[in-house]
């Protein structure tokens, strides 16, 4: 459940590039509710499988009826540091708030056609028919180009900043940051005093890969990549990822949509995103995932029942 963002909003998660994991993005903690914007095709109000261990503390806290609770106090904390400094924001809505998602069952085939992964934003790809789910969009786009820049500054931090968002350093990144940080102070994945058990708990995205079940399904997936044409991929993440590296290597500093190297590239994102799909479905891989995912959080929740118990009696004192 570990938290990454560079300053230029690319989100990843940790461990990404070591093997596909799809990623189960829990509405229920801060980390996850400030991701707003950074988009995904699912929303808190429709049924995420999070595992038993996001479902141990959604119980254990009632976090639905607290998803928006946080998400209120957040958007309210960051309105006022941005009129603070000098700029209007309006706080999103919670049932505007999307999630980011790497899981296969939360894009369709069509959507691979047309978008790829969504890395490469040519106005010829995105869809601009749904109306913005962000009320700060028309401000922002208002904003002369200098101040759209101290705008986004005020928001995220630096733009040139090349460093990762943790929560050790959540200031550094503007009143996205300052109100994140807030929140994470009662998180069960990050408030103080558990840090043995925490630690344990982020293992998981590092272990779940590692069933022998999936690293087959893994298997199968690079050996029908390879059939389809793009032979040398470990993982659909490695796949997703040549793409992001290929457009930062070709065009560090922006690009222009008229470009042939862009549409080509463009291009390459959505055939190989449709092959991924293809295979990610003939390999069966999220089910067995979910199924190594589903085993291993069992077991942990059996194996700490005590510990638990303590840290989530430890939130509910934080929050009050």
């Known amino acids: 459940m570990g938290m990454t963002c560079r300053a230029a909003s690319r989100w990843h998660s940790h461990g990404m590039r070591a093997a596909f994991a799809p990623v189960r993005v829990v509405v229920a903690t801060a980390v996850a509710l400030v991701v707003a914007g950074c988009g995904g095709p699912a929303s808190p109000q429709e049924a995420v499988d999070n595992g038993p261990l996001v479902e141990y503390f959604a119980e254990a806290l009632g976090t639905s009826d607290f998803n928006r609770a946080v998400w209120d106090e957040q958007q309210e904390r960051i309105s006022g540091c941005m009129g603070d400094a000098g700029f209007e924001y309006t706080p999103i809505p919670f049932e505007n708030v999307t999630v980011t998602t790497f899981d296969p069952a939360g894009r369709t085939r069509e959507e691979a056609e047309a978008n790829g992964w969504g890395i490469i934003p040519l106005e010829a790809l995105v869809d601009d028919s749904a109306p913005p789910e962000d009320p700060n969009q028309e401000y922002v786009a208002s904003l002369s180009p200098s101040a759209g820049v101290q705008y986004e500054e005020a928001m995220r931090g630096p733009l040139d900043q090349d460093v990762e968002a943790t929560t050790e350093n959540l200031d550094a990144f503007g009143c996205w940051g300052r109100a994140l ?75 222009s949509e008229d470009d042939p190297r862009i549409i080509e590239l463009a291009a390459q994102e959505r055939e190989l995103a449709v092959a991924s799909f293809d295979c990610e479905e003939s390999a069966d891989l999220l089910t067995v995932y979910n199924q190594a995912e589903t085993d291993w959080e069992t077991a942990f929740v059996a194996n700490h029942e005590a510990e638990l118990a303590a840290l989530v009696e430890a939130v509910k004192a934080a929050r009050g």
């Open 181 to 255: 940080k807030v929140q994470t102070e009662t998180s069960p994945w990050f408030i103080g005093g558990f840090e043995s058990l925490q630690a344990e708990m982020e293992r998981r995205d590092e272990e779940i890969p590692l069933d022998p079940r999936y690293v087959a399904a893994l298997a199968d997936w690079g050996a029908c990549m390879a059939d389809a044409g793009h032979p040398g991929l470990e993982s659909p993440d490695d796949a997703r990822l040549s793409i992001e590296d290929a457009l930062t290597t070709e065009f560090p500093s922006g690009f």
